[in-house]
């Protein structure tokens, strides 16, 4: 896990079916990370002193994504 890359294993709660979707869903893991970096210096420069860092793992991004996928499946019912 390097540079911001998830690796998809069968026990998470989320399986992708092709591997264009694992592709996507590691383009999305990284963009995110480096927003909530820059997220993160830009406070620090505003507040004008170091913050604690928070991570964004890969095993919360899934269960985020599995949420959304609940979320979308609920509200279409």
Known sequence: MSNGSIKVLPDQHVTFK???????????????VQQKEKDHLSCERRERRPMKRKTYSGSRFLKDVFMHSVDEIEGGE
């Not at 694992?22 to 999305?28: E, G, S």
């Open 18 to 32: 092709t591997q264009e979707e694992v592709d996507n869903a590691n383009k999305l893991y990284a963009f995110i």
